[in-house]
């Protein structure tokens, strides 16, 4: 990971570029790159809390991914639609939203019990872009009212607006993990299916049992070896392989 550098609020232009340009160009992993995106923008605002939400391919909500706050139980489960609250009105207009004060007050605010950072009386939000497509957003909170000046804001988007490619390259990344480990765990389920279809087939012969009666047989035994159905059938199928090969052996 990247080395947190000591920067005050309020940092040059020229730092800022340097800090993005060098996350943007690392071989973080999507998580690390989060966090650094969060440690930026809070030593950028001087905040009290940010929270990084990204769109999510299979529903296009927006899921809390990252927060300078512990969040353990709500990242990757706290989510809102496109246009649902500030955050999804943020990445639905992709403009960003600035409340000084009294922040809840706002009409499109959606306020979440877990979240303490709902409390708290001001807000920035940015959208993080992506060749014109919102992927995330960057809320940024002050427990205290706070006018964000205009230099605060424009380098917050800028920041949104550089990391955007890179989070979404992640993501990709990310999406095609899933879909190959999806893939893989459907092979497995199809390897398990024909292995214990061809189990049953031999016990039914052996034994002279239905096939409902061979897959119950199997079950049992499963839980009793405490072994997956997947071994068991291997082993029957084995046990047959062999006793073949030595009945062919005598026959010779």
């Known amino acids: 990971m990247i080395a947190t550098e000591i920067m005050e609020p309020q940092s040059s232009d020229a730092s800022v570029l340097h800090r993005v340009s060098r996350i943007v160009s690392s071989e973080l ?4 790159m989060l966090g650094e995106i969060v440690g930026l923008t809070a030593q950028v605002s001087g905040c ?3 929270l990084v939400y990204l769109v999510e391919s299979g529903t ?3 899921v809390l991914r990252a927060s300078q706050v512990p969040h353990a139980h709500d990242l990757g489960t706290l989510r809102m639609k496109m246009g649902e609250g500030v955050t999804g009105w943020v990445a639905e207009h992709q403009s960003c939203v600035a409340l000084a004060t009294n922040a809840a007050a706002d009409p499109r605010f959606k306020i979440f019990p877990a979240l303490i950072e709902d409390t708290y009386e001001a807000f920035l939000s940015v959208p ?3 060749k014109g497509k919102a992927i995330g957003v960057i809320n940024v909170h002050h427990r205290e009212p706070h006018a964000h000046a205009a230099d605060e804001v424009a380098t917050i988007s800028f920041i949104g607006e550089q990391m955007g490619s890179a989070i979404a390259k992640s993501l990709l990344e990310e999406e095609n993990a899933r879909l190959s480990e999806e893939t893989a765990e459907m ?3 199809l390897e398990t299916r024909k292995a214990v279809e061809r189990a049953k087939g031999i016990l039914q012969r052996r034994q002279n049992l239905t096939e409902e009666e061979a897959y119950l047989r ?3 035994e499963s839980r009793r070896l ?3 159905m997947k071994d068991l059938a291997d082993a029957i199928i ?3 392989e062999l006793g073949r090969k030595d009945s062919a052996g005598r026959d010779s």
């Open 60 to 62: 296009g909500e927006f």
């Open 29 to 32: 992993s999507l998580d690390e």
């Open 226 to 228: 405490r072994r997956p």
């Open 218 to 220: 199997m079950r049992n």
């Open 187 to 189: 092979k497995r389920q």
């Open 48 to 50: 009290d809390a940010c």
């Open 238 to 240: 084995l046990a047959e």
């Open 128 to 130: 993080l872009v992506n």
